[in-house]
């Protein structure tokens, strides 16, 4: 017997069946009950014609423009309106406050072909998620009605403020205060590396109410661009990604009021790792794109480019690395997915997030230098954009935690499992 499950209700729950009876689920996603494993994924009508829509927008808009946004320097203003226009910034959202109510594997297909045809539009869309998500789940329905809703129909761009000068990989270790005053709370501190910063209009930022407790004084808020005492810092120069922004949150006397806690007071850390938890899924996928923009940038190339006489994709050697590729991509996309999948199911994720993020970090850090070998001199100039993707798969390995971070946290949640 067959049960179908309705993943646009993200509450839903598989339900009962006996040991070893086969599921389906709406995006037609097959799965033994044992393991909740994905074995195939099929598009259901709705997903299909959002990915073909997103694929069409891709090709036709941002991939013949992609080398000219990253050397601008500039937000892709354009780029980021139309994903608005394309409903996409509100996939996971309910309909009722504007989103199209789908699943995050929905999501995370969608963010692989923008962050495929365009790194920075990819990225940009991939940060804003980390603001849709906690309010998503943590918000009142007054907070959801106010800022959730113009998220999700793209009229503005969310942000996700966590990091600080002494608070990267050790999330817990949040300097920014809190401190109450009456009907508001007071906020002052610096964030830094905050994808999105200055363009976006609203964030969710993490700040410690009571320092001494470290994590357990950690309260989130939702602060909008504009507030006084709330300025903006210096943004990176980074190494790829030159028209994302990466600046500094400066809070200074910056006043927010009680209403705009973000689920309870004391319950920021909770927010923090819920909301990283899907930032680690979206920085998989994302490498998943820079990836497979690589490799299909090196694929046709071995065809055409001739040497000894012969199409050097003869050679063994170079098709060895590109059935390496190949297979790396695909595993690493199907790791992504399966994190996805259980977020959807409402299953614990946080182990296979992990997994995705630091697998595909690394497969994109191995593709794109693959391609550029690939290529030989050509993969080392501008004239070819591997060398962008090779630059840009590094931040991968570092952002949302750093590989080392993550193999931290799969041991330590493969130690629990075993207890």
């Excluded at 190494?239 to 973000?262: A, W």
């Excluded at 998943?288 to 050697?317: C, D």
């Excluded at 590729?325 to 695909?330: D, G």
């Excluded at 060398?387 to 952002?399: D, G, H, P, T, W």
């Amino acid at each position: 017997m067959t049960r179908i499950l309705n993943l646009d209700n993200h509450d839903a729950r598989p339900p009962d069946a006996p040991p070893g009876e086969e599921v389906c689920l709406s995006g037609g996603c097959w799965a033994d009950r044992r393991g909740l494993s994905p074995i195939v994924f099929d598009l259901n009508e709705d997903q299909q014609a959002i990915l073909d829509a997103v694929r069409e927008f891709c090709d036709d808009e941002l991939v013949p423009k992609a080398e000219a946004t990253d050397a601008a320097g500039v937000w892709p203003a354009e780029n980021v309106a139309k994903l608005g226009e394309l409903d996409l910034m509100g996939i996971t959202v309910p309909e009722e406050y504007g989103g199209l109510g789908m699943d995050h594997i929905t999501w995370t297909l969608v963010a692989e072909e923008l962050s495929r045809a365009c790194t920075t539009t990819g990225a940009a869309f991939g940060a804003h998620i980390l603001c849709v998500e906690p309010i998503r789940l943590f918000g009142t329905d007054e907070q959801k009605k106010k800022y959730l809703t113009r998220l999700a129909k793209g009229e503005c761009v969310g942000a996700f403020g966590l990091t600080e000068p002494g608070a990267g990989s050790d999330a817990g270790a949040v300097q920014t205060r809190a401190e109450p005053d009456g009907d508001d709370y007071v906020l002052n501190g610096t964030k830094i590396f905050i994808t999105n910063a200055g363009e976006a209009e609203i964030y969710v930022i993490i700040a410690n109410i009571d320092i001494e407790r470290g994590p357990r004084g950690m309260t989130a808020f939702i602060v909008e661009k504009g507030t006084p005492g709330f300025e903006f810092g210096k943004n990176e120069k980074k190494m790829g990604f030159g028209s994302l922004p990466n600046r500094e949150l400066i809070f200074t006397d910056c006043r927010v009021p009680k209403e705009n806690i973000l689920g309870r007071e004391r319950r920021g850390f909770r927010v923090a790792l819920e909301t990283l938890g899907m930032g680690r899924i979206g920085m998989g996928i994302g490498a998943v794109g820079v990836a497979r923009a690589a490799f299909e940038a090196a694929l046709p190339y071995t065809k055409q480019r001739h040497q000894f006489g012969k199409p050097i994709s003869s050679f063994q050697l170079v098709q060895a690395m590109l059935a390496d590729m190949a297979t790396q991509i695909e595993a690493a996309r199907l790791l992504c997915l399966k994190a996805a999948y259980l977020k959807d199911m409402g299953r614990p994720f946080e182990k296979e997030a992990a997994m995705a993020k630091v697998y595909a970090s690394e497969v994109a850090a191995f593709v794109t230098s693959k391609a550029v070998q690939c290529l030989g001199g050509y993969g080392y100039t501008k004239d070819f954009p591997v060398e962008r993707y090779m630059r840009e798969a590094k931040l991968f390995e570092i952002v949302e935690g750093t590989s080392e971070i993550q193999r931290l946290v799969i041991a330590n949640l493969l130690l629990k499992e075993g207890s």
